[in-house]
């Protein structure tokens, strides 16, 4: 049962990763936390998969530069 709910983590990882290249590379964040976790967000931050930009007038979630 724990596997299944690692398999199921990742695949929302990884549609959270599909859903920002589509969209450009950035999303402002308020638009994910509706659809996504917080704690799907933060493992890709602690992955350093993405990363987050104060642009002034809000939170951008970004791809890395360095993925």
């Known amino acids: 049962?724990?596997?299944?709910?690692?398999?199921?983590?990742e695949?929302?990882?990884n549609h959270l990763l599909r859903s920002i290249?589509?969209?450009g590379g950035c999303v402002p964040l308020h638009r994910?936390?509706?659809?996504?976790?917080d704690s799907v967000i933060q493992t890709l931050l602690d992955k350093e998969l993405v990363?987050?930009?104060?642009?002034?007038?809000g939170f951008?979630?970004?791809i890395a530069k360095d993925f």
């Open 60 to 62: 951008l979630l970004e």
């Open 51 to 57: 990363q987050v930009q104060n642009t002034g007038r």
């Open 21 to 23: 290249r589509l969209c």
């Open 32 to 37: 994910l936390q509706f659809q996504f976790s």
């Open 11 to 13: 695949r929302r990882a």
């Open 1 to 9: 049962m724990a596997k299944e709910a690692n398999n199921d983590f």
